[in-house]
């Protein structure tokens, strides 16, 4: 009698006595929630089961392998990437529903901002430091609203954007700035945005995590910080002609004692953030009140983060690492058993974290090493003695398409191919950025597995 | 592959089989309640 694995199972349900559906679909199989990736056989031994138990197997609809539809050049390295469309955190925020056609956000190092249309048509460029734009690289830039973004890089400042679309095909939008953010003395690394509250948070290299209104009535910002205030600076006086409304932090908390790499928003509270720094450590912040109100230390410098709702009930929040993984932890649980699994399988940084719109359980991350990986939280396995705990294994890795033209660069831990940015919305696919200065989109093809 | 009568609920398992329950959370593929409990054969002679 032939071994049963998934692809079995999965025969088995789509046959014609049982779902006979119209078209083949593809299905993993959990047992006990975790996927399986061996025989039957091979699972009822391993678990100590014998023929007589009845298993439970739950079939869900196998992940679409991202394929690459697309990527648009730039000039310089991508820093940061972020989408607009119709099932965005933006869109859903929105007063009316967004039913254009999806933008992409690309910031970049040459200081710029780019909204893209899917197709790769620069739709608008923001200006640049002589017209109030950056006066140096971008770091970070969200959208705020289909009509607002939000950047900030290693000009230590905060820029709020007004997007407007193009008035005719062959023409160009714009990008003009509204206000802009001072308050931190050191470059700013990344920023969460919320739109309902108009609240943004920035985590920057002076170890500090920022909070910031959008409204004109926020604080007046820092004299001594303002352009022209270092008389040598050159490039803060041409900004300082431009006029465009400075405003300081709400409130700017002392969190970490390195530089702070990543903020996010609670998911469901906007009066809650998490941060994550150099220093080891992934914090939580209240925002009324600025403390921090819990700390997870971990044995890495926490470059990236974001949370999922495995299940849907609570919530994990997935910080990754210089030590090239991924680590989830349960805020919900005291500090000592606050790591849930280990996600493996990055030969460098991990340095960008997105949740996977498709799935309650899965995420995905950007790496120096030159790649994407798409992760679901159910299929992890026990841990080797030296990786300890729950591993997670990737179910996809999305390479760079310019690492393709050059192989030799690719295999020294990503160099010339380096990922600094990624971001997965339902609608458009995974869309990234990186050191070959391309925004990539993979998106999931109509591919079975069957 | 299947075994017709566990397909009926009446499940007789005989060497290197094992007893499956389908389930799912997905609307679109529910099993028809008759059809989520059924022999696989394992390859394993216990």
């Known amino acids: ?450 | 592959m299947t075994d017709a009568a566990a397909q009926n609920g009446e499940v007789k398992r005989t060497g290197g089989q094992v007893q499956v329950h389908f389930v799912t959370e997905e609307k679109d593929f529910e099993l028809e309640e008759g059809k989520r409990v059924l022999l696989v054969p394992t390859g394993m002679l216990f």
């Open chain 1, 1 to 450: 009698m032939p071994d049963i694995r998934r692809y079995n199972l999965s025969q088995i349900l789509n046959s014609q006595s049982m779902l006979d559906l119209p078209s083949p679909v593809p299905f993993d199989i959990l047992i006990n929630g975790t996927f399986l990736r061996t025989t039957l056989a091979e699972y009822l031994v391993s678990a100590g089961l014998s023929s007589e138990t009845t298993l439970t197997l739950q079939y869900v609809r196998s992940s679409i392998p991202p394929t690459f539809t697309a990527s648009f050049e730039h000039d310089d390295w991508v820093s940061a990437v972020d989408v607009l469309s119709s099932t965005s955190p933006a869109a859903a925020w929105a007063k009316a529903p967004y039913t254009s056609d999806p933008r992409i956000l690309s910031a970049s190092y040459d200081g710029l901002l780019r909204m893209w249309s899917p197709s790769g048509t620069v739709l608008a460029t923001s200006v640049p430091a002589s017209q109030g734009g950056h006066t140096a690289g971008i770091k970070a830039a969200k959208f705020l609203s289909p009509t607002s973004v939000v950047s900030a890089g290693l000009d230590r400042t905060i820029r709020v954007w007004n997007y407007t679309a193009p008035s005719a095909p062959e023409t160009q939008g714009s990008l003009a700035p509204t206000m802009v953010l001072y308050g931190h003395t050191l470059p700013i690394d990344a920023i969460a945005v919320h739109g309902p509250s108009n609240r943004i948070l920035s985590a920057s290299a002076d170890g500090t995590i920022g909070l910031w209104s959008t409204a004109k009535s926020a604080p007046a910002a820092p004299a001594e910080l303002l352009p022209g205030a270092a008389p040598s600076a050159k490039r803060r006086k041409m900004n300082a002609a431009v006029d465009v409304a400075a405003r300081g932090a709400l409130s700017t908390m002392a969190a970490h004692g390195a530089p702070a790499t990543a903020v996010v928003f609670h998911p469901d509270d906007a009066t809650v953030a998490y941060s994550a720094s150099l220093d080891h450590t992934c914090k939580t912040l209240d925002l009324a009140t600025g403390a921090v109100v819990d700390a997870r230390e971990t044995a890495h410098a926490l470059l990236s983060l974001c949370t999922l709702a495995p299940g849907g009930t609570g919530h994990v929040v997935a910080v990754g690492t210089a030590a090239r993984h991924v680590t989830l932890l349960d805020p919900r649980v005291d500090a000592r058993g606050a790591s849930v699994m280990t996600l493996r399988g990055h030969t460098n940084k991990v340095v960008s974290l997105d949740r996977d719109p498709l799935s309650q359980y899965g995420l995905v991350s950007g790496s120096h090493d030159g790649t994407v990986r798409v992760w679901d939280v159910r299929a992890c396995r026990e841990g080797t003695r030296e990786e300890g705990g729950r591993v997670g294994e990737a179910v996809f890795v999305v390479e760079r398409e310019s690492g393709r033209e050059g192989e030799a660069r690719r295999k020294v831990g990503g160099e010339g191919v380096k990922v600094f940015g990624v971001v997965a919305d339902r609608e458009v696919g995974i869309v990234s950025g990186g050191e070959d200065r391309r925004v990539q989109i993979n998106a999931g093809a109509k591919v079975h597995r069957l």
